[in-house]
Structure formats: structure tokens, C-alpha cells
């Protein structure tokens, strides 16, 4: 199973921005990054995904490198709200399609 | 509104109880998932369906068992062959199963506690 590598946890101030990184050195061509956040005692939710290009959305912006060997993904205002679990997972064919969940980065925001 | 519920939120099983965890929804999702999560730790994929009257093992399947009788429904049981089995349960379901693309993003519910007395 591809594995990815991610800090177990950050701080940020609030209205700051926040660089989260991922090292997914054993991706696949066809491997897909996804990100997902969990909030305290709730389920996950779907933040961002991309293949090779860098993606913007409305919640976040991935900056994946050229090799797609690392991903970080960017808040760029950091709210007391995002303070949650962030996980960086591959999703493709290697992995049957599965999500497989690591640790993920324990992101706390200060006032 | 569209969404995944899960009930109840908390759960309390007795020794050798089965208990059953409902997962419903209402978005038309054909692929449905449950995992579990203990304290600390990332998701693990119990059972997953792609379409009704199918479903397949996952990585920790032993002591739990699913049925997929209807789209929208995706119940799971926690048998007393499961011996540790306090844990948070979380059920997900996407379009179309991730088998086919990279790209299917997954919904999740708000998941059930369970606790064994």
C-alpha cells in the first residue's frame, strides 16, 4: 500500500497562513492526492484532491511537486474552525481504490 | 438536505450482544463504506458495497458482518465474535465505488460511539 508521511502535529496563529506537508515518495502515475479533515467526534470531510497540477478550491489550494513525491496543502487564513485532523491519503489503483487513512497532522489555531 | 445519517450516536454493548449500527442516505450514492477509528488513530475499512445485494471484506472484517438490501441503507453489525469493539464507527458512501477513478470523494456520516458495559 503507497504510504504517506505527515507531521502528527502544527500550530498556527489565527489569520495566518498554514503549510501542511505531505511526502508520498512511493506514488503511483495514476495515484490521485487527496486530503481529507476530521473535526472532534465528527466524520471526516472532503477537502481537496489533485493529480498533478496545483488545485485551488474553496476551502484550500494543493501545491503538489514536480516529481509528486511530496503535496503540501494550504490554508491561506487559518480560522479557530480549522483546528482539526488533516490527512493526506493516495487513492488509485494500487490501492484497490481504497481510502487508507494514516495518522494524519493534529493542526491547532491560536487566538 | 442531502447527507449521511448514522444512529444512534452512542451505543453500549453488553458481553456477547450483537448490536447493530444503522447508516443511511439520501444521495443517491450507489458505493457505501464503514470504518473504524480508535482513539489516535486513522480510519480502518471494515466492509464496503459498490451496488445493493453486494459488498466485500475489508481490512478488518472479522467480528462484524453488513447487508445491502437497499440503496439508501447500509446497517452494520458488531458481533460478539468481535472482542474488542469499542471504538468510533463511521459509515461513507461516494457515487460511484473508488475502485473506478482516483477522483470519487467519499461522505462521510457523524459516526456512532460504541462502548462495551
Known sequence: DAKTTQPNSMESNEEEPVHLPCNHSTISGTDYIHWYRQLPSQGPEYVIHGLTSNVNNRMASLAIAEDRKSSTLILHRATLRDAAVYYCILIGYNQGGKLIFGQGTELSVKP | ?117
Not at chain 2, 450482544?17 to 457505501?32: F, G, P
Not at chain 2, 465474535?81 to 477513478?101: G, M, R, V
Open chain 2, 1 to 117: 438536505d442531502g447527507g449521511i445519517t448514522q444512529s444512534p450516536k452512542y451505543l453500549f454493548r453488553k458481553e456477547g450482544q450483537n448490536v447493530t449500527l444503522s447508516c443511511e442516505q439520501n444521495l443517491n450514492h450507489d458505493a457505501m463504506y464503514w470504518y473504524r477509528q480508535d482513539p489516535g488513530q486513522g480510519l480502518r475499512l471494515i466492509y464496503y458495497s459498490q451496488i445493493v445485494n453486494d459488498f466485500q471484506k475489508g481490512d478488518i472484517a472479522e467480528g462484524y458482518s453488513v447487508s445491502r438490501e437497499k440503496k439508501e441503507s447500509f446497517p452494520l453489525t458488531v458481533t460478539s465474535a468481535q472482542k474488542n469493539p469499542t471504538a468510533f464507527y463511521l459509515c461513507a458512501s461516494s457515487i460511484d465505488p473508488i475502485l473506478t477513478s482516483g477522483q470519487e470523494t467519499q461522505y462521510f456520516g457523524p459516526g456512532t460511539r460504541l462502548l462495551v458495559l
